[in-house]
């Protein structure tokens, strides 16, 4: 049917713009803030082998079907999911993925921005020098202190999502595209000198021991579940993101080749930060497991006794906030995107009133650091026993809404759209193709049985960790 479908919204100069725009997108505080923390919460190497897996097996998989869905569709994810729908003679219920998505963007993007606020935050405070020979438990009440703070989170949040909406409201080639190209190479810079850094301290190969050394008697079900729902969170999948930058993608570029690189690429920034960030920890005897504090508690100590610490901590920082902030524009482009095809605004008024509502929803992040510190809503389940609105936002998109996406996505691609289609985007023209078949059993039952098992798990309906420990020992 109708593969000269354009989209209204523009489209990428080309495949080196579009790998940066979605490399941009996948590369973010998930790498460089949250990895680093789930790990050490989870033990270290078998999470991160299982992580690993995903990637493989279930990432790259679903993320060549959600471009296509985007490129194939050629609108925002909602519109897209309708019409695919459509032409696949399937339910008009698939709108509600793209639905699903724009929410989850939403909300991910609430928190995602009040922690890019602290690392804005972090940017200024280690230029000034205040880390100079800081103590850990400086450090440690240094940030206690800023968090413990609601004005002060509610003004980064701010600042942070004024930055964020401004390239959004300039469009794909206009804003996007532009940040994106001098925002990536810049940050692989930065990551190269920090690991110099870290490799000449005496913990490097301790650190990287943590990273890669699986220990399965330290993973539970929750870790699965946790490392599982990352690799969505990390790859940008699940929630229209990557849909939608697919929406952009010139017809020939190829979707298999460019995937497999952002994965790549996505997947050697989260290890090079673990490399940079364990060693640290490890030198100045910090605590892997201390949550999503872990950086902004003990980076700064590292920072504040390493000669030029304040010009590297500085770059640092501003390395996360470049990360979140291509990021973050991915999280939101989805509902502007539908907002300007459905009800005709502008992407200046989309973007203002996207960025408004997500601001508004932030505030439950900002507060759950202090002033509702202690209002844990589902406490009385056990495993949301400790859980702020931080926390429940988290699990919820990160360990519920990306992975059901994503297995929705792989349904989509793998059953019912049509064998021709899926050839047609992927240019593939003989169906035993073996890259193609691989390509199908990945997205037709790998990536739809890991995601449904991993849920039965860690609901404590199915054993998953008994079959790892009995492969891996
Ligand atoms: N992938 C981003 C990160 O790792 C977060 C993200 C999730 C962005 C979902 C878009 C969609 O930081």
């Known amino acids: 049917m109708s593969t000269s479908r354009t989209s209204m919204h523009g489209?990428?100069?080309?495949?080196?713009?579009?790998?940066?725009?979605?490399t941009g997108s996948a590369v973010g505080l998930g790498n460089i803030w949250k990895f680093p923390y789930i790990t050490g919460e989870n033990g270290g190497g078998a999470f991160v082998l299982i992580y690993l897996i995903c990637i493989a097996c279930i990432g790259i998989p679903i993320m060549m079907a959600e471009v296509m869905l985007g490129r194939r569709g050629r609108q925002s994810p909602i519109n897209?999911?309708?019409?695919?729908?459509?032409?696949?003679?399937?339910?008009?219920?698939?709108?509600?993925?793209?639905?699903?998505?724009?929410?989850?963007?939403?909300?991910?993007?609430?928190?995602?921005?009040?922690?890019?606020?602290?690392?804005?935050?972090?940017?200024?405070?280690?230029?000034?020098?205040?880390?100079?020979?800081?103590?850990?438990?400086?450090?440690?009440?240094?940030?206690?202190?800023?968090?413990?703070?609601?004005?002060k989170l509610l003004a980064w949040h701010t600042l942070f999502m004024v930055i964020t909406m401004t390239v959004v409201a300039r469009g794909v080639k206009g804003g996007l595209e532009k940040a994106v190209r001098f925002l990536m190479p810049t940050l692989l810079v930065i990551l190269i000198i920090l690991l110099g850094y870290a490799m000449n301290l005496g913990e490097f190969s301790r650190g990287a021991e943590f990273l890669f050394n699986p220990d399965f008697s330290k993973i539970s079900a929750a870790g699965v579940l946790t490392a599982m729902g990352h690799a969505f969170f990390t790859l940008s999948l699940g929630m229209g993101?990557?849909?939608?930058?697919?929406?952009?993608?010139?017809?020939?570029?190829?979707?298999?080749?460019?995937?497999?690189?952002?994965?790549?690429?996505?997947?050697?920034?989260?290890?090079?930060?673990?490399?940079?960030?364990?060693?640290?920890?490890?030198?100045?005897?910090?605590?892997?497991?201390?949550?999503?504090?872990?950086?902004?508690?003990?980076?700064?100590?590292?920072?504040g006794h390493m000669p030029g610490g304040t010009f590297f901590g500085t770059l640092f920082f501003i390395l996360l906030v470049f990360a979140a902030w291509t990021s973050s524009i991915s999280l939101i482009e989805p509902a502007v995107a539908w907002l300007v095809e459905n009800r005709g605004h502008t992407r200046i008024y989309a973007s203002v009133v996207m960025g408004v509502v997500t601001w508004m929803l932030g505030l439950l992040t900002v507060l759950s650091f202090n002033l509702w510190s202690d209002f844990k809503p589902l406490s009385s389940i056990s495993i949301f026993e400790n859980s702020t609105m931080f926390d429940l936002l988290d699990y919820l998109t990160a360990n519920i809404m990306l992975p059901i996406g994503g297995l929705l996505i792989a349904v989509f691609v793998g059953w019912i759209m049509k064998r021709e289609i899926t050839m047609a985007e992927l240019d593939i023209h003989n169906p035993i193709h073996k890259g193609y078949r691989v390509w199908q059993i990945l997205v037709k039952y790998v990536a739809p049985v890991a995601v449904v098992i991993v849920f039965l798990k860690a609901t404590g309906i199915f054993d998953i960790a008994t079959v790892f420990k009995a492969i891996f020992g």
């Open 241 to 303: 993101a990557i849909m939608v930058y697919g929406s952009y993608l010139p017809r020939k570029v190829s979707i298999a080749k460019t995937s497999i690189i952002i994965a790549l690429m996505d997947t050697l920034v989260a290890l090079v930060a673990g490399l940079i960030i364990f060693p640290i920890v490890f030198a100045n005897g910090l605590e892997p497991g201390s949550g999503p504090g872990l950086i902004f508690q003990t980076l700064p100590i590292a920072f």
């Open 80 to 151: 897209a999911m309708r019409d695919l729908a459509e032409e696949a003679d399937a339910s008009k219920y698939w709108k509600y993925l793209g639905w699903s998505g724009v929410i989850a963007g939403l909300l991910i993007l609430s928190y995602y921005s009040v922690i890019a606020g602290w690392a804005l935050a972090y940017v200024f405070r280690t230029a000034s020098g205040v880390f100079t020979d800081v103590t850990g438990d400086g450090a440690r009440s240094l940030f206690g202190q800023f968090i413990a703070d609601p004005e």
């Open 11 to 22: 489209e990428w100069s080309g495949r080196f713009a579009f790998i940066l725009a979605a």
